[in-house]
């Protein structure tokens, strides 16, 4: 019973290069979303999911595409990552846009 | 612009006494509240809800309060417990929206 599942746990970018998050849920959820959290901000969403086949751009989307082409995976790209994204990013998930469960986190530092 | 504030960054509690958390909300249109916990190093879980019916919901310890006039909310922990120090968000959502705007979260210490 994983629940929601992140990798990697931390990962360190040079300034240009690309990279992948992966998140992966076990509960048959609809909606699957992507958070990042920085010191004094809270959570701000990134994109989101209501369904497989489906993303959307939540408050703070620039600089990153999402994909979930599987209902239980839902995937954030950094196509050319910047320090400005350095952050701890969380994954959730939840059934028809009710309370969330978030993995665990990943530790982004971008030099 | 923020549209879930909470002010107090951090607060410290005797273990045993009452923990008030505060989170002020500025959308009228939301109507659905959550409380969160976040231990360092692990994701946020989920503690706690309300919705714009009641003004009080309670499960064991936890007592979150709705002042929808106000717009205000706040979290009640009675007794404090050394084991409750984390970070607390309050989460937001309007009925017709799609996702939940969370506050910047407050540090709670409970000293033993």
């Known amino acids: 019973n994983a629940g929601v599942t992140q990798t990697p746990k931390f990962r360190v970018l040079k300034t240009g290069q690309s990279m992948t998050l992966l998140c992966a849920q076990d509960?048959?959820?609809?909606?699957m979303y992507w958070y990042r959290q920085d010191p004094g901000m809270g959570l701000r969403l990134i994109h989101y999911?209501?369904?497989?086949?489906?993303?959307a751009k939540g408050e703070v989307p620039d600089g990153y595409n999402v994909s979930r082409l599987k209902k239980q995976n839902f995937l954030l790209g950094l196509e050319s990552a910047a320090p400005s994204q350095t952050s701890v990013y969380f994954c959730?998930?939840?059934?028809?846009?009710?309370?969330?469960?978030f993995g665990s986190g990943t530790r982004l530092t971008v030099v | 612009d923020q549209q879930v504030k909470q002010n107090s960054p951090s607060l410290s509690v005797q273990e045993g006494r009452i923990s008030i958390l505060n989170c002020d909300y500025t959308?009228?249109?939301?109507?659905?509240f959550l409380w969160y916990k976040k231990y360092p190093a692990e994701g946020p879980t989920f503690l706690i809800s309300?919705?714009?019916?009641?003004d009080k919901n309670e499960d064991g310890r936890f007592t979150v309060f709705l002042n929808k006039s106000a717009k205000h909310l706040s979290l009640h922990i009675v007794p404090s417990q050394p084991g409750d120090s984390a970070v607390y968000f309050c989460?937001?959502?309007?009925?017709?929206?799609?996702?939940?705007?969370f506050g910047t979260g407050t540090s709670l210490t409970v000293i033993p």
């Open positions: 309300i919705s714009s019916i009641k």
């Open positions: 989460a937001a959502k309007a009925d017709t929206g799609n996702q939940f705007y």
């Open positions: 959730a998930s939840s059934y028809s846009g009710g309370h969330y469960t």
């Open positions: 959308n009228s249109m939301f109507d659905y």
């Open positions: 509960m048959n959820h609809e909606y």
């Open positions: 999911s209501v369904g497989e086949g489906t993303t």
